[in-house]
Each structure stands twice: as structure tokens, then as C-alpha cells.
């Protein structure tokens, strides 16, 4: 894709810009790019593709990742982070049940903020900390292809939430990195074999991740390009490791090694679980292992048949296919209707777990992509689409920007967020705000700011004859129907006259991806200056009411009130009105609170009388 082209008006050459894919892993990163069409990962480090998620801060203030980093887990564990992935979008409350895992410093305030990791005297938090291990796959793809990289799609699991996704594509951004997409990492795995980019295909795949820390199945629908996560299982504490530490126990106990001293030696084990990894990686392809190793005086034999590695690790890959059932039930599909079964992460290439789940759905799965590459390989297959260089393929399965009308004071009120799949439909009521209105005029928008000023005009329609009414009174329906094509319809209807009138929008049509992206970016970057606009709108619109209804009142009821009351309102009324000069939300609030308490009492009185009214005459 490191495509380059010549600007004709200007004669120079122009290198096309790059979007990366990044599979951002609890044990291990990688960054890809695709090349004539082809998704090809970057050699980050040592001549490979992986990169271990792992960082490590020395005393003098700088920052290893990855290869660098990793021998410092044993030799410095207090300074050396790893497994950040799961402390992602996550509070300590979240993960205090399994902080005997980490080995470094989380900070246990017992409180629902995000979980910090103390370094020395330092603080980072699980987003600055990932955001390390993006940079340095950034700076090696950078190198690699030397050109600058600042978009960029990454993964994450199925069943990661909005915080956790938030968190990734905030990693991303302190990266310097836009993050154009979040994707799941089954739909990239898919995406990598080739499943899903066909518009026609219609098909149901399970795809078994299985890496050294964490196992997931997913089962996916995919159609008309379209990819749905039908049911998600897994074990966040299962993986590769258990493999390994499954026969350094066997060898401890085929050694005759005391275990209560062997446990307290942390490097033994330590020697014995990387002896181990490296028998389970000789056993995918050979029929047995044998090396020696020393313990003290001892000699540790470490000797393991494939068989009998397969009767050790039987228990834990049957966990894994009891996953698999869930997940198949909670698809509320059979098993023979999965059309294809995908393997990925690198426990995937033990002969014993491709067989074991080759039985289990009953057909040979796809294995021939490099089990730890797939994810990454697939995110830049979906890079190469958002950058417009597949142009058969639309893979827009939902809608890319929020959908909604004005409301008073400019407020965008959205009836379809973004990311909603299409088909779609949706209404809601709305009313008047000004006594005896006839018109009322609709205005449909597109985009993530909280004020329609900062989006995108769709349409704009008169809803005519509404019957005169008190405000407040008329009931307006509003709909919106999204076809399949993206094209949106709006009806409004006043419910109580039967009025209606409707009008048909192309949003998807009007706006380029790129648009869409800026959009989504710029939603970003201002979110927290819109959130204040916007409260301070609401509290104008408040104060508006407010204004209107009780002059409205006073002017009712003149005979209810006495001189003084009218005095203390006039009061607060210019009270009222000085603190909207100053558009400060808590002054507003502060004056519309006084004006409350001076018109209760006789808002109270008026009410009273009101309800004798209506009682006279009512016969018990
Ligand atoms: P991942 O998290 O996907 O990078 O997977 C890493 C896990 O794959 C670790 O537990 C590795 O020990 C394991 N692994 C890597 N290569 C092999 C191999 N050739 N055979 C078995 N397991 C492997």
C-alpha cells in the first residue's frame, strides 16, 4: 500500500499515506500493512513479527518495550509491566480478585476509577502504558516503510465494552495515532482468510483464539458484508502458560522434587516453565523432548513423549471445548451450521488442540495463516478498506454517524446512534414549547457533536396545521426509518390532530469516509468542551421556560399575588436574567432556584384553589 504517486499540477511526488493494523495483544503486539494488496506484518524486532507487550521503566527514566523489556521480568518485576490488555478500561475493583496475578505495583484505592500501576515513584494508568507498546510499533512500521504513520485500525476482543474500546483508541491517540476503526479480533481473523469480503457470502464461523494467557471463542454471522458477533465465551485466565506449567509440574513430580522447596525457588521454576515452553514448541512438530537441566547439585531430566504431553494438557484444552458448547449454544445455532472454524494465537499450533477442535465441530479447521500474524494481517486487510483502495467492497454494516434532530437551545438529540446496524428504526415524542404553535420545524442532523451547529444538516421540514394548544401540550412523533441502502426517512406526526408529514434523506451518500472520520475525530477532541456547552445550553432553555411560565403566571393570577410577592419575583426575574448573561450553569441554577422559592407559596395557593374548583360540584 506504501503506494507512490505524482501530483501532476505541481510535478512532485507525493508518498500515499499508510494505515497501519495493529493487534494489540495481552502477551504480544504486532503492526501490519498491506503491499500490492497483500497484508505483510512488520519485522518490529530481532527479525520479528511479534512484539511481547511488555515494558519495562529503568531507574534512569527510560522506556524498553517489547524483546527489550521482556528479560527484566524476572530480573527487575517491580519496574516491568506486562498483561496491561487486562488491566484495560478496568477499575481496581475489577480486577482485585486476581491482583495476586501481576507481579508489579497496582494501586489498591478501593474505588471505581481506573486501576493505576505504580513504577518507583511514578503513576501510569493502563492507557499510557499501552500507548508505549503502540509507539514502538509505530516507530519500527515507520522504519520499515519510512514514511510517517498516523491512522491506524486496531483490535480488540469481542467482548470487550465501551470502556475498554474507549480506552484502546485513547492508547492510540496518546500514540499519536488515529484510530480510524476498532475492530473485534475474530472479524480481523476472518477478514485475513478472506471470509466476509465477499458482499454475497453468507456464513456462520467460530473462531477458537487460543493465546499464552487468555482463550475466546466467538461465533460470528456474516452477511452482506456484515459481521455479527452471535455469542462470545472464554477464559481470560487460561492459555499457553497453563500448558507450560502443567508439565513443569509433571517433571517436578517425575524428579522426585520436593515441592514445598521448589516453590519457594522462583527462579527454578522460572527455568523449569521456560524448559517446559520449549518442550511443548519442539513437541508440535517432533514426537518427544529430552534435555537436561540443574537444579543445585541435581540433575533435572526433563524427558516428555507427544503422547504424554497430550494426556497432561488433555484437561485443560477439555476446558476450552466446554467453552466452545456454550458459545455454540448461545448462538442458538447446531454445530453443522458453522460453515468454517478459524484458528488463532500461538497454542493453536499444539497438533493436540487442532485435533481436539477439528473433532468437536466436525471439519478442518483454517490453520494456514501464521496463528500469531492472523489478527494484525487481518486489520490491515480492513486498513487497506477504509483507505479506498478495495472499492468493490463496502463493509458498512452500520451506520457510521449518529442520526438526530434539533432540539431547543440547538441541543443535537440523536434517535439513532452511530454503529447501529441497518436496517433501523426509531422514534421518539416531542412537544412545543411556546403556546398556540402551529409550525413546528424539524431539523435532522448527522454527527457526534452535542450541538447541531457542529454537525451535519441532513433535512429540513415544516410539520403545518399543528391545532393551537398550550405548550407542552401537543404530542409529536418522530421517526426515523433507516433502509438497508442507508437511506433515511423521517415522519413526524402530531398524535392528537393526526397531522403528519415526512420526507426522505441520503446520509450516507453526502459525506466521505474521510469526512466521517474527521467528524468522529473532531466529536472526540471537543467532547468535553461540548459536554460543558451543552449543560450550559440546558440551563439557558431552562431558564427560559422558567422566565416564560411565570410572567405568563403572574400575569394569570394577578389578583392571587400581593405587592410584596411581586416585588420579591420581579427580583429574582432580573436575578435570573443577569445570570444568563454571564452563561455560567451554576449561577443559572443558582437563580432559577430562587426564583423557585419565591413563587412556591403562591404557585401553591393557585393550585389549591384550582383543585376546589374542580372539586365543587363533584358529588361524593
Ligand atoms: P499468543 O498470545 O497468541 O502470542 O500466543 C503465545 C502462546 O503460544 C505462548 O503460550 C507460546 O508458548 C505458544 N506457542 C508459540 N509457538 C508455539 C508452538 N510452536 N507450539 C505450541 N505453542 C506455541
Not at 161 to 170: H, I, L, P, W
Not at 338 to 359: E, L, N
Not at 549 to 561: G, V
Request: one cysteine or more; aromatic letters at 6%.
Amino acid at each position: 500500500m506504501a503506494k507512490i504517486s505524482i501530483d501532476i499540477k505541481t510535478g512532485t511526488i507525493k508518498k500515499q499515506k499508510v494505515i497501519v493494523g495493529i493487534d494489540l495483544g495481552t502477551t504480544n503486539s504486532l503492526i501490519a500493512y498491506t503491499k500490492d494488496g497483500h497484508p505483510v506484518a512488520v519485522r518490529a524486532q530481532n527479525n520479528q513479527t511479534i512484539v511481547p507487550s511488555i515494558i519495562h521503566f529503568t531507574e534512569q527514566g527510560e522506556i524498553l518495550v517489547g524483546h527489550e523489556a521482556k528479560p527484566y521480568l524476572i530480573s527487575s518485576p517491580e519496574r516491568t509491566i506486562y498483561s496491561v490488555k487486562r488491566l484495560m478500561g478496568k477499575s481496581y475493583k475489577d480486577i482485585a480478585s486476581h491482583s495476586d496475578f501481576f507481579t508489579y505495583k497496582i494501586i489498591d484505592d478501593n474505588t471505581d476509577h481506573l486501576v493505576k500501576v505504580r513504577v518507583g515513584d511514578k503513576f501510569y494508568n493502563p492507557i499510557e502504558l499501552s500507548s508505549h507498546i503502540l509507539k514502538a510499533l509505530k516507530n519500527a512500521a515507520e522504519k520499515e516503510l519510512n514514511v510517517e504513520i498516523n491512522q491506524a485500525v486496531i483490535t480488540v476482543p469481542a467482548y470487550f465494552n465501551d470502556s475498554q474500546r474507549q480506552a484502546t483508541k485513547d492508547a492510540g491517540k496518546l500514540a499519536g495515532l488515529e484510530v480510524l476503526r476498532i475492530i473485534n479480533e475474530p472479524t480481523a481473523a476472518s477478514l485475513a482468510y478472506g471470509i466476509g469480503l465477499n458482499k454475497d457470502e453468507v456464513k456462520t464461523i467460530a473462531v477458537y483464539d487460543l493465546g499464552g494467557g487468555t482463550f475466546d471463542i466467538s461465533i460470528l454471522r456474516i452477511e452482506n458484508g456484515v459481521f455479527e458477533v452471535l455469542s462470545t465465551n472464554g477464559d481470560t485466565y487460561l492459555g499457553g502458560d497453563d500448558l507450560d506449567k502443567a508439565l513443569a509440574q509433571y517433571w517436578i513430580g517425575t524428579n522426585n522434587l520436593p515441592y514445598s522447596k521448589v516453590k519457594d525457588d522462583k527462579n527454578f521454576l522460572q527455568s523449569l516453565r521456560l524448559e517446559a515452553e520449549q518442550a511443548k514448541k519442539v513437541l508440535s512438530t517432533e514426537h518427544s523432548y529430552q534435555n537436561t537441566i540443574t537444579w543445585g547439585d541435581k540433575s533435572i531430566h526433563c524427558y516428555i513423549t507427544r503422547n504424554g504431553f497430550e494426556k497432561i494438557i488433555s484437561p485443560i484444552i477439555e476446558k476450552t471445548i466446554q467453552c466452545c458448547k456454550n458459545a455454540v449454544q448461545d448462538a442458538h445455532i447446531s454445530i453443522e451450521q458453522i460453515d468454517a472454524v478459524v484458528m488463532v494465537g500461538g497454542s493453536t499450533r499444539v497438533p493436540f488442540v487442532k485435533q481436539t477442535v477439528k473433532q468437536f465441530f466436525n471439519r478442518e479447521p483454517y490453520d494456514e495463516i501464521n496463528p500469531d500474524e492472523v489478527v494484525a494481517l487481518g486489520a490491515a486487510i480492513e486498513a487497506d478498506i477504509l483507505s479506498g483502495n478495495r472499492k468493490d467492497i463496502i463493509l458498512l454494516d452500520v451506520t457510521p454517524l449518529s442520526l438526530g434532530i434539533e432540539t431547543l437551545g440547538g441541543l443535537m438529540d440523536v434517535l439513532i446512534p452511530r454503529n447501529t446496524k441497518i436496517p433501523t428504526q426509531a422514534s421518539r415524542q416531542y412537544t412545543t414549547s411556546i403556546d398556540g404553535q402551529t409550525n413546528l420545524k424539524i431539523s435532522v442532523y448527522q454527527g457526534e457533536r452535542e450541538l447541531v451547529k457542529d454537525n451535519r444538516k441532513l433535512a429540513e421540514f415544516d410539520l403545518k396545521g399543528i391545532p393551537p394548544m398550550p405548550a407542552g401540550l401537543p404530542k409529536i412523533q418522530i421517526n426515523f426509518t433507516l433502509n438497508a441502502d442507508g437511506i433515511l426517512k423521517v415522519t413526524a406526526k402530531e398524535l392528537r390532530s393526526g397531522i403528519q408529514q415526512d420526507i426522505e434523506v441520503k446520509p450516507q451518500y453526502g459525506l466521505t469516509d474521510e469526512q466521517v472520520e474527521q467528524m468522529l475525530l473532531a466529536s472526540l477532541q471537543n467532547a468535553q468542551q461540548d459536554m460543558q456547552e451543552r449543560q450550559i445550553l440546558e440551563a439557558i432553555g431552562e431558564a427560559d421556560q422558567i422566565l416564560y411560565h411565570t410572567q405568563k403566571f403572574i400575569q394569570k393570577h394577578a389578583d392571587l399575588i400581593t405587592e410584596q410577592e411581586k416585588e420579591n419575583t420581579q427580583k429574582s426575574i432580573l436575578h435570573l436574567q443577569d445570570a444568563l448573561k454571564t452563561r455560567d450553569k451554576n449561577l443559572i441554577y443558582k437563580a432559577i432556584d430562587e426564583l423557585n422559592e419565591v413563587t412556591k407559596p403562591f404557585a401553591e395557593r393557585a393550585m389549591d384553589i384550582a383543585i376546589a374548583e374542580a372539586l365543587k360540584g363533584k358529588k361524593i
